[in-house]
């Protein structure tokens, strides 16, 4: 076994320089000289929101499942199967205890890859102990028939230590589109000064496990004495975005700065995306984190914003049902309660934002629909579809 060694030093002579990074003050396109090139694209007053399913609480996460039918978490701990009518049931037997407190709860929600033949369903959630300290954990069930009960609950990864700090959980997860293994992410738990850093220890990173929770071969830390295993990506603050680009299949991801400095990145096996060594961002109280931005070994963003959205769920856009918008991304913002349409060019390149439906509410989550509409979870509204006026 190789020895322990902290994560700022594994990658610093492997990775490049960093890149330019685009700042969010870009501005938009000529949309007058795109129509005048035969190439009109929708504008923000297009976009109506429609209640799909009406809900009166926090939709922390929700997913399509294969008849077109939503299941969804409520962050106190319910599980929602949401039908085509906006009527709903709750799962009610089964599901892992949480801890329902500031950032935690029931968290993402993800069917299983062959959902229609195993009923699998995993969940992230807010895993409390005897003391009430809780961490970040990732397990399965199985649905029954009734869609009553998650059946044969198990853990498979359980981050640690626990702590009483109510934040920074992360949770989101994604299936790796080649090699079907389970990505999710658990935030720094708000010790940013160890966790993110630290190869040994939870917190801060995003992970890879296989869909029975055992640790692929591949991964980029397995070698190194106790480190965490499944750690994939390393120096992350709070990810609470996590999506497959349809055509490469990249995995990118959101995550929240502090004051500034909320962040879109692309993730690749053993990278350090910098947290807190660098950032855009500061203190809440206004004092410097750091002065660095920028450090050899350490990722830049692909686009990060000053001041913070509060990124909440991400999807691209694909389809035909938003002229002129196939590609781009949408990221919802809990701070602003919108959503924020980013503009992507041919190579992934940020080229502008525009705001798309203000003070809808705080947006938990987004998803593209099968019926190839935009579809976002929204605290105090329920689900609502983008549809084009």
């Not at 609480?57 to 929602?80: C, E, M, V």
Request: aromatic letters at 8%; hydrophobic letters at 35%; one cysteine or more.
């Amino acid at each position: 076994m190789r020895p322990i060694l902290l994560l700022p030093l594994l990658f610093l002579l492997a990775c490049d320089a960093p890149q330019t990074t685009t700042q969010s003050t870009t501005a938009m396109p000529d949309r007058a000289a795109a129509a005048a090139d035969g190439k009109m694209a929708l504008t923000p007053d297009a976009i109506k929101p429609v209640v799909a399913f009406a809900y009166e609480d926090i939709l922390w996460s929700f997913r399509f499942l294969p008849d077109g039918r939503i299941i969804a978490t409520d962050k106190a701990g319910k599980l929602l199967i949401v039908d085509g009518d906006g009527g709903s049931k709750e799962i009610t037997e089964g599901l892992p205890a949480v801890k329902n407190v500031g950032q935690g709860g029931l968290l993402e929600v993800l069917p299983a890859q062959d959902f229609a033949s195993s009923r699998m369903v995993y969940l992230s959630f807010s895993m409390p102990d005897d003391e009430d300290n809780a961490s970040t954990a990732v397990g399965r069930g199985t649905l029954n028939a009734a869609e009553t009960a998650l059946k044969n609950f198990e853990v498979l990864y359980a981050a640690g230590p626990r702590t009483d700090k109510p934040f920074h959980y992360g949770s989101r997860m994604v299936w790796g589109p080649t090699d079907g293994h389970l990505y999710f992410t658990i935030g720094d738990r708000g010790n940013r000064d160890e966790n993110p850093q630290d190869s040994t220890r939870d917190g801060g990173k995003v992970y890879r496990i296989a869909a029975d929770g055992s640790i692929p071969d591949d991964n980029p830390f397995v070698d190194y004495e106790n480190a965490r295993t499944a750690i994939y990506s390393y120096g992350h603050r709070n990810p609470q975005s996590l999506t497959v680009h349809p055509e490469t299949g990249a995995i990118w991801e959101t995550e929240h700065g502090p004051r500034g400095g909320d962040e879109i990145n692309l993730i690749e096996p053993g990278k350090n995306y910098g947290w807190p060594v660098i950032t855009y961002g500061i203190n809440y109280d206004g004092s410097q984190i750091t002065e660095e931005v920028a450090k050899d070994g350490m990722e830049q963003p692909l686009h990060y914003w000053v001041p913070s959205i509060a990124p909440s769920g991400m999807a691209f856009i694909t389809g035909d049902k938003y002229p002129g918008w196939n590609g781009d991304l949408v990221v919802g913002s809990l701070k602003f309660m919108r959503l924020q349409h980013v503009r992507l060019d041919e190579k992934n390149n940020v080229i502008g934002e525009q705001k798309l439906i203000n003070n809808m509410g705080r947006v938990r989550d987004v998803r593209m629909g099968p019926d190839g509409y935009l579809y976002a979870s929204v605290e105090g509204e329920g689900i609502v579809r983008l549809e084009v006026e």
